[in-house]
């Protein structure tokens, strides 16, 4: 009898530890994102996230480059970029880093809607990823007008937002001192998406004006 009660004493004690842990899991998976990253970061490899997004539970290959594969605050962006599951909205005045592009494509061809817009003066700009994300299928919109589209922003899923100094150069990424907001909060979520709207319409190649009114 006294076995028995000891046994089911521990059972109980086991159930509830797994049970503590299982809510503070659950917990940990509820709190709203609240993450700052400051740049210039090292170099990294991004081999081993890019093939977790791409193939999701398939077993690890790690990468034999001798770069570091996780911590920077490189890989903790390209981490949270690869979290998208239905939608990607990037707002970027230049965008050359090819490890984010890849991050990009990657979100594409697994079926998540990704937009971009970007400034007209910068996007063709020599190691400019544009043109790359474009051949892949990407929509891509592009200011009409002097002043520069100056917005270096990411919206995940409507519901977390990327935002700070940092253009998606290798140059700023390396050897900038930058800064880098990543947040779930509602309510600055939905004032980013309202402004991505609004330029994704005024953006729209159908409002170009090729010509100046009145010319011939």
Not at 118 to 131: C, E, N, P, R
């Amino acid at each position: 009898m006294r076995a028995a009660g000891a046994a089911r004493g521990a059972a109980l004690a086991a159930a509830a530890v797994t049970a503590v842990a299982l809510a503070v899991a659950a917990w940990r998976r509820a709190r709203p994102v609240r993450e700052v990253l400051f740049f210039p970061s090292q170099p990294c490899c991004i081999e081993a996230l890019l093939a977790e997004a791409a193939e999701p539970g398939a077993p690890a290959r790690p990468c034999p480059c001798p770069l570091p594969s996780g911590g920077t605050a490189l890989s903790r962006l390209v981490r949270r970029l690869l979290s998208a599951r239905r939608s990607l909205d990037l707002c970027l005045f230049s965008f050359s880093c090819p490890q984010l592009a890849r991050a990009v494509q990657l979100l594409h061809r697994r079926g998540v809607r990704v937009r971009l817009v970007t400034d007209a003066q910068f996007m063709g700009l020599h190691g400019s990823q544009i043109g790359r994300l474009r051949r892949a299928g990407i929509q891509v919109r592009h200011d009409q007008h002097s002043g520069y589209m100056h917005h270096k922003f990411a919206i995940v899923d409507r519901r977390m937002l990327i935002t700070g100094s940092l253009n998606w150069t290798t140059q700023a990424i390396q050897n900038n001192r930058e800064n880098v907001l990543v947040v779930e909060d509602a309510e600055y979520v939905k004032a980013f998406q309202d402004e991505f709207e609004r330029i994704w319409e005024e953006y729209n190649p159908a409002n170009y004006i090729f010509f100046p009114k009145g010319s011939k």
